[in-house]
């Protein structure tokens, strides 16, 4: 009899644990909350920043270094522009709901190849800035990870997302302590990559990124190189 009422009590404290796909859930709702709230980020109708970025190769040599200024407009249908100078000529990419557009110059850029992979750099551009409000969406798998320290000594609790067997693999970091996001890491075909956020910036209600940094690591998370800077300013929320 002892025995079945000890069986009954494990029984019932398994079926009460919160399952690691639950565990994200309720992470991340305290990720939002500290962010501004969803509230906050399912009113605004449109955002404008300026993002700062340069590339550095594995000897710490300047690959490149870009300005450009981004707008994405959210109602009534999802469109915007990325826009920038390089090499005194004006580039920019457009999304307007159902045509992407790559402008150069003067002249405008229809090779069906290269337009396909700008539209990947454009849609990569938002799902940056809209985190971690873009991870309720429903795309990928949740899982809870517990805790963990960083290569950098920060202490951090983690998310892993799943979206699917031939896709590359996400790592969300978050402060356990204000929930704030403090980084990522994602595991490609060719390398993996550690992101830092370093600084955020407070915009009206919003913290959106600030400085950044992206690390090559090697499967370990051992830092093994700065790969990227980045530096978003210049808010503009729309509501």
């Known amino acids: ?88 000529v004006a580039h920019s990419m457009s999304w307007d709901g159902m045509i992407f557009r790559y ?35 429903k795309g990928g798998q949740l899982i ?13 609790v983690s998310i892993r997302v799943n979206y699917g067997a031939d896709s590359d693999t996400w790592w969300y970091y978050f402060d356990p302590t204000t929930y704030l996001m403090v980084g990522n890491e994602v595991q490609l075909k060719d390398h993996r990559s550690l992101i830092y956020d370093l600084s955020p910036e407070q915009s009206e209600k919003l913290v959106l990124h600030g400085k950044r940094e992206s690390w090559r690591v090697d499967e370990t998370g051992k830092r093994l190189f700065l790969r990227a800077e980045y530096r978003y300013s210049n808010f503009e929320l729309q509501y």
């Open 1 to 88: 009899m002892k025995n079945t009422s000890s069986l009954i009590f494990l029984l019932l404290l398994l079926a009460c644990t919160p399952s690691p796909e639950e565990q994200a859930m309720e992470l991340l709702k305290k990720s939002v909350a500290a962010h501004g709230g969803q509230e906050a980020w399912t009113n605004l109708k449109g955002i404008k920043f300026r993002k700062w970025t340069r590339l550095l190769d594995a000897e710490g040599n300047v690959e490149s270094e870009v300005d450009q200024w981004h707008e994405f407009r959210l109602v009534p249908k999802f469109e915007g522009s990325i826009s920038w100078t390089k090499d005194s």
């Open 103 to 137: 402008q150069m110059g003067e002249n405008e850029v229809l090779n069906a190849d290269f337009l396909a992979e700008k539209r990947k750099d454009f849609d990569a551009a938002f799902y940056t800035v809209a985190q971690p409000w873009k991870l309720m969406d």
């Open 144 to 156: 809870y990870e517990g805790s963990k320290v960083l290569e950098n000594g920060k202490e951090v």
